[in-house]
């Protein structure tokens, strides 16, 4: 059984795993401030270009969204996002636990549209009741998108632009950030200038866990250590996100495990094509979208596990098929040959 | 440069390191659904005798007293702990990030007495007023304390019944619990018994990250998991931590682990006392906390860390030095040499 | 200058600051356990049929919402509302900042769709990754809602009938009770049947603060006064609330506030008509929503408040008259008479 | 039967009910924006002689507290209160509920000594974990405190002064300040420079209910307003807060009022000391603590009401009695005769 579930069904690369094992009884200070951590920090400052940039160490995505958007917002403020965003829908309310509301605007193939932002604004501030209502603090997208998907700069900075007039940060969550720059014309460095706070996600690229969340500007809000603490989002060997992000972050390989998992992705594109499954979605990036027949589905039970998003009426259903840093050739080759041999048949 | 500063300098057990390595490209699912975490779980049944007991992996301590706090409070009710309890005081207030009050009680040597505790309870629902007041909803101690000590298997029950008598569930935080199960006539099983709920350290004691938290009797709050998730304490990669215990429980490493640690404070404690160093508590388990004179701190310098807990006016000052499963008998010696060595001089 | 801004322009029904005036120098307890609080809890229940309902005093609306939703949901649950419900828009995040999100729903009218509530609840369990999202915890509709508009009986039923398939209380916003039931078959009684909890709107509704929480079977959930006292909503007097609700259902007053509110509402119906000014919305309760013209709009300048909810580009502009129980006859006969005149000319 | 049980067993001064009364029917916007509040705030302003003061009606003590103290309090921060501070014993957790700690110092006579909160600020910042910690965010004091002292004006500027070092907001509780200052060499004014932040209490001193917010230098935090809102504490009838403070301020009643109660109390103080009474603490102000015999309070059953504090085994009980702008003298004649009575039998 091989599994496209998703892009965390694998350990970490083995050069964490090596590292890991070489430096175990290596003695280290606690919270953050190991020597892993530090040169983590040094790498990442170097790779986003933001010499003065604020870095912080985390250990997983929902956690990472909720420190961030609670440390940014006031107490009478919420976070704009789409409302297919992981903190509108997949984190169990803790944006909510914290006290903030998450304020929904529509989704375009995973996405916020800048003038549909621009106009929640002004219609917030046009209506005079808007001291009785949340007040906007902050807008919250997502790059690549749950569905794959991602903004160009034009879009980006369409959004940021709006932002900036109505002065509110603008966070990226970078949870498939590998994957989204691999795919696109997009460096890290061009992403830092183009929001306020963004995180690079570990998790879901080669790290057991662990995800880094950039402040480029040096703008971390004060005090985002006892925060975190807070939040219980601080470890106390700090050498095992640290020891990641620095071995990441060495000779480029976070970029290149982001195109291990893109072309994986392509190769599964083209073989949808040549079966002439279409796509739900059209996703550059690694997760795929096929709508598949019953047949289809019928050919791959006990062989391959992927999700399935939408069973439809019609028999057919629309899955998603999530490549990674890990994914073997193959895995590729296999699904191939079961999709291929059940066309002919 | 060596370092007593704490338990949680080095990395992991070896074994866990081969482990994660050996396994680390086999696919698992994600969120506590791998089969490393149902191993685990059943070991930990096993070895706490409960074969009924929820169990849950979390990653950190603050995290999970966290949620275990917060799962078990109605939100008009409050925890009861020492004034010294780690929830009373370096979690930055994370209970009461989740809106509860910690009521306090004083300490004994880092211990909750039952009678003070019995007394809070009567002299609470004594007071007229009491419904205008935090309502006791559960009490916290841990085992061992924050000063190393251990409650008897009397004092435990003198608590529980307290407890009972008021239907307040008992919770134990075991951040340290490999060391208080080393050093005492104390089995999983029966500290099980004498509690509603405890974690059992990882941290600590030979993990990377990680703490499992037990209901013993299956008595589990319902949805701990969606709480788990909204205060981000679910990891993706739940074969992180699942790994991390089931080869901790494996042949019962997690107790040879704790039984190293004591024997390790077992030789500071005889060095401290040939040398003449006072203690400032006695300590059963792997941290102890001898006064030093100037002098010896002097010796010391550059050579070995620790932590200085209180400066005393007359240069003597109260510190800590923490054993665990990774200190080497060559720590032991190198102090020994430098304190003796200043002694003769 | 006259207004029908608003149900709160006027202080109090006369019999009620006359009852004021003549106990003022009586002693009473505080907290709710002086006489008149007493009496007004007998008289609610006497009038709502409910001999063993809960009864609870509160000084607003966005207060009793909030202290209501806190009591009932649990920590990893949610109220489901829909979009423009009170608690959804114009309560400033009150209930996020307790913790929970408004799971929300299209609204029809302002009202809820029983179907539509099935199906997000079926939808919701269908989905296997719902425990990682907030989990639907009770629901919440208004009675009128923010439009004016009323549920019928069946209306009701069907979403009762959802509610208890998943075990979900429904609770009816009743700031605006006094009106629904003066414009609908419906008694106090029946509709206290109906839901779990409800509240009766004292504010728009003759007195100068206060609401009613009505738990029709004694379901109150336990400490709901501890969690009052914390929320900030229990007056030291409880003597000024207890007073006006006593007043209001004594010889049924209440109801024949709401009587005068509706049957003004009625004679602004037929001058609407009458004028030919077309309504956004076909209200019986006492928020009338006329499309008026620029000219009329001109015409009323300086001699009538009203809420512009709406502006159009053709110059119309949806607009909002409340009236209420203390509506004097010649403020519709002012407002008839500038209405006419501006037809004419 | 009478009563000295507390400050709030009567209505509203004679003068606030003639005013709701004369006012009632004039219609007026709500949430604040009515004329009467326009006019408190005028005259507060005038009173407390800060021209440019912030000023905000709210209803009640324990909801002023909760709100003042979430709108001055970062996340990571906590609020420095004696242990017998309202906030910290009698509000049912409303400032954990809000995810703040309350950080405690020892009380002495119910005030808080500049030197101990010196000292706790310097070992604060002198441990190396502070940033584990709750980081204290504002100073909360009373004036009168729980037990009816005063702090002179040397203890108010030493706080002050400790408060400034460490840029800590001081807020005073003024829940009794009309007692407060008719008891001591203190203006408005001069209180209103030796702080922050002060709340005027009205429902102890002559209103149905109210306390007004004062933030001298026009300091209040952004959106006091939305963040009102969301705690409920905003009343849709804002005018009845207003025409009362409107009303308590009009040719200086409020201090005229505080100036009855203080009397009332030394009356009682008089009484006290012919009959050999002993008082638990020397209180200035309107809450007088007698240490009664199990032969005198047998006397006083049936017919005067008061609180037992604490009762001791001898026999003897430390007792409250409050008087207040609206004690008669036939109450205290009443007492007087009884307990005169009682030691001559």
Chains 1, 2, 3, 4 share one sequence.
């Not at 599964?268 to 739900?280: N, W, Y």
Request: hydrophobic fraction near 40%; include cysteine.
């Amino acid at each position: 059984m091989i599994s496209f579930t998703c892009d965390y069904s694998e350990g970490a690369h083995p050069a964490i795993l090596q590292r890991l094992t070489e430096t175990n009884m290596q003695q280290e200070p606690g919270y953050g401030s190991d020597s892993f951590t530090c040169s983590a920090i040094r790498r990442i400052r170097e790779a986003t270009g933001c010499p003065k940039a604020d870095v912080f160490l985390l250990t997983g995505g929902t956690q990472t969204n909720a420190v961030v958007i609670d440390s940014l917002l006031q107490k009478y403020e919420g976070v704009i996002a789409v409302e297919t965003g992981h903190v509108a829908v997949h984190e169990a309310g803790a944006i909510e636990a914290a006290g903030h509301k998450v304020l929904s605007l529509p989704q375009h193939e995973g996405k916020m549209d800048a003038r549909e932002l621009a106009r929640l604004l002004e219609h917030f501030y046009a209506d005079p009741t808007w001291p009785h209502m949340v007040i906007p603090g902050m807008v919250y997208i997502s790059y690549p998108t749950e569905y794959g998907t991602l903004y160009t700069k034009e879009e980006l900075r369409a959004l940021r632009d709006v932002c900036k007039t109505y002065r509110l940060p603008l966070y990226i969550d970078g949870a498939r950030l590998a994957y989204g720059l691999a795919a696109a014309d997009m460096t890290l460095g061009e992403l830092a200038s183009l929001c306020d706070v963004f995180y690079i996600g570990g998790t879901k690229a080669g790290a057991l866990c662990g995800e880094a969340v950039v402040f480029p500007q040096g703008n971390a809000p004060a005090h985002f250590f006892t925060l975190q603490k807070q939040h219980g989002a601080l470890t106390a060997k700090g050498r095992l996100t640290g020891l990641q992000f620095d071995t990441l972050f060495t000779n480029g390989l976070y970029f290149q495990l982001g195109q291990h998992g893109v072309e994986a992705a392509r190769r599964l594109k083209h073989l949808f094509a040549k079966c002439h499954i279409p796509l739900f979605i059209d996703s550059p990036t690694n997760q795929q979208f096929p709508i598949l027949t019953a047949v289809q589905r019928q050919a791959l039970q006990d062989k391959v596990l992927f999700e399935v998003w939408d069973e439809r009426p019609n028999g057919t259903a629309v899955c998603r098929f999530a490549t990674s840093w890990a994914t073997p050739d193959e895995h590729i080759s296999l699904l191939e040959q079961l999709l291929i041999s059940c066309q002919t048949s």
